[in-house]
Structures are given as C-alpha cells and as structure tokens.
C-alpha cells in the first residue's frame, strides 16, 4: 500500500463513519427527540460512544451538523428538481421537501430557543442556504409564467413553515399542495 | 308611558348599553390586550365601570362573552356571503373573514391557557359554531363544481389558522388568497 493511498483510504473510512453518525443522529433525532442518549445514536451508526464525542465533543455540535446536513441537502434538491421537472412543478416539488423539512425537525426548535450559543448560526445557516434555492426555483417558475408575480421568497417559507407545524402528516402534505396549486397562474 | 312599553325601553337601553361595552371592550382587547383595564373599557363605552362590574363580575366573563360575540359574528357572516356571492367567492370571503377573527384574536390563546374554568367552553363553542357555518359554505361550494372536494371543514379551520398566526396582516392576507385559490377547481 503506498503512502498515497492510504491516507485516502483513512479519510474516505473517517468520512463514512461521519456520514453514518449523521445519518443516525438524524433518525435517532427524529424518534426520539435531540436529547436522545448518545449510545443510542453511536450503536444505530454501528460506532463507538468514544467515535461520536471525538467529532462532535458537545452534543450541540452534533445536533448543529444534522441540521446542516439536512438543510444542505434540502437546497440541493433544488438543482434535482429544476433539471427534472417543469417550472411550476420543481417550485412545487421543493416546497413538499422543504415542509418534509420543518416536519421532521423534531426538537430543534427547543434546542434553538435553549440559549445555548452553538445553535446561534443555525436560522442564519437556514436562510442562507434555502433563502437563494426557493429564489432560483420561483424566478424561473414566474419568468416561465407559471406561478403568481406577487409572492416573495419570503411568503413562501412563511407560509409552508407555518402550515407544516402540525403534527398530522396527511394532512400537511394536503394542504401544502392546496397552497402550491393556489401559485399557480390560472391558464 | 303605559307599563308595557316602559320595560321594552328599559331593556332595550340596557342591550344597547351591553353592545356597546362588547364592541368597546373588543377594540381595546385587540389594541391593549385581555388585561387592559376596565376603566379604559368603561370609558370608551361611555359607561361607568360599575356598569362593566354588574354585567361582567369577572373579566373572564367579558373575555368570554367578547370572544363569543365574535364568533358569533363570523358564523353569521356565512349566510350574508352565501346570499351575496357564488359558491366560490362566498367560500373564500369567508375565509378571510375567519382569518380575521383569528389574527385579531390578541391574548385569547394566552387566556384559553390560564386554565381559568370560564374559558373552558370557548374552543368547544368555537368549533360548534364555526364548523358547521363553514360545512355549509364547502358544501355548497363543493356542489357547485367549484372546489375541489378532498378537503375537509377541520382542514380549511386549521390550515387558515395556521396560515393567520404571523402578524404581518398584509401577508397573511395574500397567503389566505393563495390558499383559498389553490381550493379552487380549475376550468
């Protein structure tokens, strides 16, 4: 094994491991909550406690990486929809994943409200991320004449965010589509 | 002055007296909140705050008996659309009357979670009066082609509800707009 590939071997092996614990901070979060015993967390991603606290000392740092993750990837579907779908449905895919989002967000917003200052950049890091992905997708859906001129990027995180509070998932994916359809421009 | 006429002016007097300390005691519930004081309620009724007292003991009887006005009022409010518009129209209107009562609403939630028992009846009478008011503007609606039919009565209360929470009224009266033309069938 030569020196140059074995140090990609250890970081593709440490990213993995990242990506798991991630992936089952995000699950154990969703269950049970972001208080959720660590070992509980380290055992789903198939790692030690000891590998969970090397990267993340403070519970709040992991609990900040998750929703990061998540944010990213919700902006990143933007890309996805616009290159598989039309205007107005890309527009009204995202505000599915983006309510799919604030559904699942079990407990951040207790753990925002905490004080606690490693939480400070999260609504930051929120707007900035989805902020310009929803502005792509409704600038193209408007110039494409789909979708109402009269609705700010802000209108539309208010309004799924508040229509996603509730606990009833049928529901909430029902009336995120009555809101989406009501975008529309009538032809 | 015959004695039958003299008691129907009396009482007349006294009902006009109680409308005006609701209507006044609403408007300063919504600017001041449910702790205003009575005698700021009293003065913009034109009447003394003994009069508040002998009608309302406690001021949870006149948080209570304000509220129940109100909802009353917007439960009336579905024939005069219904006599007034077609199906759709009488629907959305309704809607935004009913995001009114919500948004204007200042410190009920707060009072309905005192836990004082003369609050207690208030979400019951809001559901028994509003549930049905709205039944028949769907209904009809509904009937009429107009919206589309996969909604509910509890959908529309809930979603409009939580669509009138932000204070923003401007906003909230565009994203009820969406909303409700999203409920409409496309011709």
Redesign the interface.
Known sequence: VSPEIEPRRVRSDAQRNLASLLDAAKDVFATTGVDAPVREIAARAGVGVGTVYRHFPQRADLVVAVFRTEIDACAASAADFTARLGPGEALTAWLHRYSDLIATKHGLAAALHSGDPAFEPLPDYFTARLGPALGQLLDRAVGAGEI?P??TVD?LI??VR??S??GDRD?VD??V????????V?V
Chains 1, 2 share one sequence.
């Not at 589509?177 to 529309?184: I, K, M, S, T």
Request: glycine content about 14%; cysteine-free.
């Open positions: 109402r009269d609705v209108d208010s309004a508040e229509l509070g509730s529901r029902r009336m589509g009555v809101f989406a359809e009501g975008l529309r009538r």
